[in-house]
């Protein structure tokens, strides 16, 4: 296909098709001549994933890079691999600290395995001081309640791994979770909004 049927078929308007070519974000296009080149499914899959990680997740071109980076070349430990993806994606923290203390504590208690390099350890960490500062509860029956089925969510995301190559794993940790947090967020709110009109709808507001 032409540039202009890639930028049609993604819906990336071939001005940034060109910038993210000479980015080096997507490879060129098979030279015809001096003026053309030829576009294959390959292209509109990188693109569409592209517009997928800026668009839909809204993260910095150079956050983008970096996902794009660990699928295309993913280190040798593949926990390593999902750290620094996990880091890659909002929310950013000041990280590199030996000890958190909060997120240490409710890691133990919910029987998961603290790694301080871990960056959702620094997330964790800050998202409970963020608790406390605003006086909701963050005591461990609270916590019980999102790691139980954060676990569950994360053991069905996680069981089709085993049957992949492990190129094919990384890619499919790295973008499960860029791509599928905000699925999880969005039907979390769905879930209080439906729950509410339930309450609403049987006990209407006199």
Do not use: C, N, W
């Not at 905000?182 to 209080?192: N, W």
């Amino acid at each position: 296909m032409k540039i202009s049927e890639l930028s049609e078929l993604s819906g990336v308007p071939v001005a940034t098709v060109k910038f993210y070519i000479r980015e080096g974000m997507l490879a060129r296009g098979e030279a015809l001549s001096a003026t053309r080149a030829e576009y294959g499914e390959e292209h509109l899959s990188r693109l569409r994933l592209i517009a997928a990680l800026a668009d839909v997740r809204g993260l910095p071109l150079a956050r983008v890079r970096e996902v794009l980076a660990l699928i295309d070349a993913p280190l040798d430990d593949p926990m390593e691999t999902l750290g620094r993806a996990v880091g890659a994606l909002p929310p950013y923290v000041d990280g590199g600290r030996d000890d958190y203390p909060r997120a240490r504590e409710a890691i133990a208690e919910l029987g998961l395995t603290y790694d301080a390099d871990f960056t959702a350890v620094a997330q964790l960490d800050e998202a409970l001081r963020a608790l406390d500062a605003a006086g909701l509860d963050a005591s461990p029956a609270a916590l019980a309640r999102y790691g139980a089925a954060m676990r569950q969510v994360a053991a069905d995301e996680v069981a089709p791994m085993g049957a992949m190559s492990p190129p094919e794993a990384v890619a499919y940790a790295v973008l499960g979770t860029a791509m599928y947090e905000p699925v999880m967020l969005a039907l979390r709110r769905l879930a209080h909004h439906h729950l509410l009109a339930e309450r609403t709808a049987h006990d209407p507001v006199r």
